[in-house]
C-alpha cells in the first residue's frame, strides 16, 4: 500500500503521466455504460428490436441477451467512423503527450456533437437551451453536452417509436383477421394469439423480416 502511493506522491513526470492514464482509464470504464447509451445509436437500435420481438408476441424470443448483443456490435458497426476520428485525434495525441487533458477532452467531443446534431431534432435541442437560458450556438463546438445528450436521447425515441409503429402495422392487420374469424366461427374461447403467432412468424421469415428491419436501422443513420 505504501509503495503503491508512493508511486502517485511521486514527482516524476512518467510517474504522473501513467497515473493520468489510469485515471482516465478509470473514469472511462465507469462512464462507458451512460455513453453508449445516450451518445450513441444504441438507444434507437436496441428499442426497435424490442418493438420487433413485441410485435411479434414471441415473449422471450429472442432473448434479452440476444438483443442487447446484436445492438451492442450494430451500434459499433455503425459508430466505427466516429469512434476511430475520437482515436486519432484526441486518445493518440493524449497517449503521445502531444496534446494535454483538456484538449483531448474537446478533441474527442467534436465527433460526437457532430453525430448527435445531425440526429437531433431542432425543437429537442432547443427545449434544453431555453431550459437552461444559454445563447443559441453558431457552431456545433458551441453546443453544450448537456444540453446536446438528452436532446438527442429524446430525439431517438422519437424515431424508434415511430418505426415501431411502422414495424406494428402488420402484424396487427393479422391478428384483426384471425379475431375476425375465430369470432365469425363461433370460436370465441379460443385465444387469437395463439392462432396468430404461427402466421405473424411465417410472415417475418418469409420477408426476410430481420433483414429488412436492419437495412431500416444502418439506412437511418
Given at each position: ?32 455504460p ?64 502531444e ?9 474527442a ?33 458551441d ?31 393479422i391478428?384483426?383477421?384471425?379475431a ?12 387469437p394469439v ?22 431500416s ?5
Amino acid at each position: 500500500m505504501n509503495e503503491f502511493m508512493e508511486f502517485f506522491n511521486t514527482s516524476s513526470p512518467e510517474n504522473v503521466s501513467t497515473s493520468v492514464k489510469l485515471i482516465l482509464l478509470l473514469t472511462v470504464l465507469t462512464l462507458a455504460p451512460s455513453i453508449l447509451i445516450l451518445m450513441t445509436c444504441f438507444t434507437r437500435i436496441v428499442v426497435v428490436l424490442s418493438f420487433v420481438r413485441t410485435a411479434l408476441a414471441t415473449q422471450q424470443m429472442p432473448p434479452n441477451q440476444v438483443i442487447i448483443g446484436l445492438s451492442f456490435f450494430l451500434t459499433f458497426f455503425i459508430m466505427a467512423p466516429t469512434f476511430q476520428e475520437v482515436n486519432d485525434k484526441a486518445l493518440t495525441p493524449l497517449f503521445n503527450e502531444e496534446i494535454n487533458l483538456e484538449q483531448a477532452y474537446e478533441q474527442a467531443s467534436m465527433p460526437f456533437k457532430e453525430f448527435m446534431s445531425a440526429h437531433t431534432r431542432q425543437k429537442d435541442l432547443a427545449l434544453f437551451l431555453n431550459y437552461a437560458h444559454a445563447d443559441t450556438p453558431k457552431t456545433i463546438q458551441d453546443i453544450p453536452l448537456s444540453a446536446l445528450v438528452p436532446a438527442f436521447a429524446i430525439s431517438e425515441l422519437k424515431t424508434a417509436f415511430q418505426i415501431g409503429f411502422m414495424i406494428f402495422i402488420p402484424f396487427l392487420v393479422i391478428d384483426m383477421v384471425v379475431a375476425s374469424v375465430l369470432m365469425s366461427m363461433g370460436m370465441m374461447m379460443l385465444p387469437p394469439v395463439m392462432i396468430s403467432l404461427p402466421f405473424k412468424i411465417l410472415l417475418f421469415v418469409l420477408v426476410d423480416g430481420w433483414y429488412l428491419v436492419i437495412k431500416s436501422l444502418l439506412e437511418s443513420f
